[in-house]
């Protein structure tokens, strides 16, 4: 059973920073390609940030792109986001997810798990 545990999340003033966990369980997790999706009230969840199963490739929505950063570290079966220059409208519920390939998708149908996802503020 794969499960996805988000954390990190909070209420931060525009400008700021904040980083993103999750923790995934899975023995095959290092073949996982791995993505962020976020979700704004009244909104549908939206592509944010993807990552392929070595971290070689990664790619970003245009609204997000140049401020915010995914990474992985494949021993601690472990995904981050990295959310800089923070401005209102980023504020979401932000979700992690897992899909059982080697390459993302920008899709969220194209996922397998999801974690229970991470609330994330920002003020102006």
């Known amino acids: 059973q794969v499960q996805l545990v988000e954390s990190g999340g909070g209420l931060v003033q525009a400008g700021g920073s904040l980083r993103l966990s999750c923790a995934a369980s899975g023995r095959t997790f290092s073949s996982w390609a791995m993505a962020w999706f976020r979700q704004a009230p009244g909104k549908e969840r939206e592509f944010v940030a993807a990552?392929?199963?070595?971290?070689?490739?990664?790619d970003y929505a245009n609204s997000v792109k140049g401020r915010f950063t995914i990474s992985r570290d494949n021993a601690k079966n472990m995904v981050y986001l990295q959310l800089n220059s923070l401005k209102p409208e980023d504020t979401a519920v932000y979700y992690c997810?897992?899909?059982?390939?080697?390459?993302?998708?920008?899709?969220?149908?194209?996922?397998?798990?999801w974690g229970q996802g991470t609330q994330v503020t920002v003020s102006s």
């Open positions: 997810a897992a899909r059982i390939r080697r390459f993302y998708s920008y899709y969220s149908y194209d996922y397998d798990y």
């Open positions: 990552i392929s199963w070595s971290g070689g490739s990664t």
